[in-house]
């Protein structure tokens, strides 16, 4: 069965700088997909940025990007430029690629809540 | 494009007591998920439906927990009884083929 694990419960980061969450994950498949999801309090969780196992070339999207070690299974989150609205618990999910339709289910990690210091 | 719709935001109820919540997806969405989130933890899958048919209902406690699609299109999940192990934010989302899926705010439920 696929794990996802973060081991920091809790980041801080002071506004405008950089912060780097962690993720690993096991599984035994070749295909598969990775996600970050952000979920703010009481608020519902979005899509920050994913990554298909295939594609060498890490993720970005504006100052969010993605180190992904295939061979470590190692998944981190980077955030440049930390703003305010970023505090939220952030969420690494796989999702197996065995499925043709891409529709199958996601596994979470436990979770980072990330504070943001003004 | 409307997104995932959920109702109620919150309930609270008494152990042994049942409850329904409900959930619209995203227009032409043909999957819809249920998932479980424990305080502290990250969400775990309860059972999803492509269309109206059951795709993985593994990890749903059949005992207690039951979900219907019907018309393929909203959602209902429904606990009976409840226990205190429920409590628990209960999230829906949906998704097109080849998409990410799209979550909605959730039901946070309170057992007393």
């Known amino acids: 069965a696929q794990t996802v694990t973060q081991s920091q419960p809790e980041m801080s980061v002071q506004e405008a700088e950089t912060v780097t969450l962690s993720c690993t994950y096991d599984t035994s498949e070749s295909d598969y997909y990775l996600f970050w999801y952000k979920q703010p309090p009481s608020r519902q969780m979005i899509l920050v940025i994913r990554q298909e196992a295939y594609k060498q070339q890490n993720a970005t999207e504006n100052r969010f990007s993605v180190n992904f070690q295939k061979a470590a299974k190692s998944f981190s989150l980077k955030i440049s430029d930390s703003q305010l609205g970023d505090a939220a618990m952030y969420f690494c999910?796989?999702?197996?690629?065995?499925?043709?339709?891409?529709?199958?289910?996601?596994?979470f990690g436990q979770g980072t809540t990330l504070q943001v210091k003004p | 494009e409307a997104g995932v719709a959920q109702s109620p935001r919150y309930k609270i109820i008494e152990k042994r007591q049942s409850v329904a919540f409900w959930c619209n997806p995203i227009s032409g969405h043909a999957t819809l998920y249920w998932y479980q989130q424990i305080l502290g933890q990250g969400p775990k899958l309860l059972i999803q439906?492509?269309?109206?048919?059951?795709?993985?209902d593994s990890q749903l406690p059949k005992d207690r927990f039951s979900a219907e699609r019907l018309k393929g299109v909203d959602s209902t999940l429904k606990i009976q009884p409840a226990k205190l192990e429920d409590s628990a934010v209960y999230l829906c989302?949906?998704?097109?083929?080849?998409?990410?899926?799209?979550f909605g705010d959730g039901t946070r439920l309170s057992i007393l």
């Open positions: 989302a949906s998704s097109s083929e080849n998409q990410p899926q799209h």
């Open positions: 999910a796989y999702r197996s690629g065995l499925d043709s339709s891409n529709t199958g289910k996601l596994i």
């Open positions: 439906f492509q269309n109206n048919g059951v795709v993985d």
